[in-house]
């Protein structure tokens, strides 16, 4: 017969309860920034990455990086059915989600002169 240890039950009580959840990746590429009104321009150029699914109340953690030396790049969350704005952030950092919702994000250069440069972004659950 077994008997768990408390350490195994300690273990499989933190599993349940998601205390031990490892981050999932929801989406990742790369794409062009520059504030368009569409996500694929008149060139043919990917603007905006693809539409992933978000869920109410659970934590996403957004990551992007820009080429060039002086860009600054925003990322925006946009809601996929009217575009309006989600979500903003000017660093890398955290978004706890309000709804369930197919979003999409954009990215915009806050460096006067820039644009045009390719980000990779990568957006994972929160651990």
Not at 25 to 43: H, M, P, Q
Not at 56 to 63: F, G, H, N, P, V
Not at 98 to 113: A, M, Q, W
Request: hydrophobic residues 30%; aromatic residues 8%.
């Amino acid at each position: 017969m077994y008997i768990p240890t408390a350490q195994s039950v300690l273990t499989a009580g933190l599993a349940l309860t998601g205390t031990l959840h490892k981050p999932t990746e929801v989406a990742s590429g790369k794409v062009l920034d520059y504030a368009v009104e569409k996500c694929i321009d008149a060139d043919g150029e990917t603007r905006c990455t693809a539409p992933f699914l978000v869920t109410k109340s659970t934590c996403y953690k957004l990551e992007w990086s820009t080429e060039g030396a002086l860009t600054h790049t925003t990322a925006e969350v946009r809601d996929a059915g009217s575009g309006d704005l989600v979500y903003y952030r000017d660093t890398n950092g955290e978004w706890k989600t309000e709804k369930n919702e197919l979003v999409y994000l954009d990215f915009k250069p806050k460096v006067p002169g820039t644009g045009n440069n390719t980000v990779e972004y990568k957006v994972t659950t929160c651990e």
